[in-house]
């Protein structure tokens, strides 16, 4: 569980905190084009480029917040693309089109001019790399750093085709699409494309096409594929490519994609219909997640555990920094006021899954005695209504505190929200209050404010009770104090012999200064 809020620290009476709010965890992100996207892939955590039908290239520089459409001097669709760096991309797509920019996408060469095939997928490692398309056409790519250059493995088999691509080292690589009668087609190389082996098999006992290939290690492999029947399909392999085993699913899939092979539990796919799966135990179960369309994602691609893009149809682009999760807990608003010494927190959520409550944690800056538990507030459990909650730190002494809040699961799993920072100021000066109430019977209570004097330094305080005639009544205060704000009670009736109705003084001495009030006992 995971609370997403802004971080948000001041030194003030009243504070509020904005919250990133996810109704699940992909984010349908404005593209600026209705084109479908066929694929997507971003260098690092702030460059992307995705592409798509009729020439489409589509470019981000902010995380894929904003994208950019670039001129392209091919109106043919393009289908794969890969990054050497932020500014040099390769791009392939149908009847053999091929773009190469150093410059960021500003300008284009084009070539080889001899290749006539479709192109679907691209892919590189160290420096090696491998095109497929149709006709189960195979080029071998090397990367020199300042050229590209394509040797033609394999072309002219009647039908099928290679859909999708995948690097394990610069000499090993996968292919993976159908052949000529339309089984689903393995092809692998360990000698960096000198030598292919390949495997036709089938999916559930129906033959399809495999659209997208990740292999985690050299025996590990996954496969995303459309079923001829109209479903889709995951098969996994553990001996290389040798025999697969397939599990169903209701929609075609077109990519698949494990973003670390040192972490190769995680992986996920999409296809139709918004589909977008995930799996966290080497493909053993794959559970869907909600990604907020309808229309086909043809690529997913992620750059690590959590931060990820998906794209399809009609300029369709999603993003999740959160692996696709939803966020449990939707944190909306974080709030604290200060009222003399009394500290009021409130919060809402706008949604909620599983959640027992919140503990409130507070820790003093000024005696640095670690995270201290104030109490405990019931959360309401699964829902996707706006809640508000609330709760009073009384009684706070003059420094600077933090607190946050531990929101906890019925299954005991819980997350800690950010930190806010609250402080309570020293009085600008010693004060004796009116007493309250006055008249009183037989209690009353008095407020008086201590003035800084000094980081940590205390003064001798006395608040004293005298009667008409000057003699004392009661010693409330007699000690040593530091700066801030003060009650005491005074009840009559304690006092030894019952005193009569009528006035009363009481008087504040805190060093030099001394003030006098008076006040009416009325029986």
Partial sequence: MKFFLQILIINSTFLILDCLAQQSGWEIIPS????????????????????????????????????????????????????????????????????????????????????????????????????????????????????????????????????????????????????????????????????????????????????????????????????????????????????????????????????????SLVGYAVGDQGTILKTNNAGMNWLPQQSGTNLRLNKVYFNDLDFGFAVGENGMVLKTTTGGDPVPVELSSFTASVQSKIIYLSWSTATETNNQGFEILRKSLNEDDGWNNLGFVPGHGTTTDTQQYSFTDYDVSVGKYRYRLKQIDFDGSFEYSNEIEVEIGSPDEFNLSQNYPNPFNPRTKIKYSISSVGARERVSVQLIVYDVLGNEVATLVNEELSAGEYEVEFNSSAIEHDPSSGIYFYQLKAGSFIQTKKMVLLK
């Avoid at 679907?120 to 056409?137: A, E, L, P, T």
């Avoid at 692998?188 to 985690?216: C, H, M, P, Q």
Wanted: glycine share 14%; aromatic share 16%; net charge negative.
């Fill in 32 to 263: 600026g084009t209705t084109s479908e996207l066929n694929s997507i892939y971003f260098y690092d955590y702030e460059v992307g480029y995705a592409v798509g039908d009729s020439g489409t290239v589509i470019k981000s520089i902010d995380s894929g917040k904003t994208w950019q459409t670039l001129q392209t001097p091919v109106i043919s669709n393009l289908n794969d693309i890969y990054l050497f760096h932020r500014d040099t991309v390769e791009i392939v797509g149908d009847s053999g089109t091929m773009l190469f920019s150093t410059d960021g996408g500003s300008s284009w060469w084009e070539g080889p001019s001899f290749l006539t095939d479709n192109y679907y997928c691209v892919i590189f490692y160290d420096g090696n790399g491998i095109c497929g398309g149709s006709s189960q056409s195979i080029l071998w790519g090397t990367y020199t750093g300042t050229a590209l250059y394509w040797t033609e493995v394999q072309s002219g088999f009647f039908g099928g085709g290679i859909w999708g691509a995948y690097m394990l080292s610069s000499g090993i690589g996968f292919v993976a699409g159908e052949n000529s009668i339309f089984q689903p087609l393995f092809g692998k190389t360990t000698d960096s494309g000198i030598n292919w082996d390949f495997t036709a098999f089938y999916l559930n006992n129906n033959e399809g096409r495999a659209t997208g290939v990740n292999f985690t290690d050299i025996n590990t492999g996954y496969i995303s594929a459309k079923v001829w029947n109209g479903t889709g399909a995951i098969a996994k392999t553990i001996d290389g490519g040798n025999n697969w085993n397939s599990t169903a699913f209701t929609s075609p899939l077109w990519s698949i994609n494990f973003p670390i092979s040192d972490s």
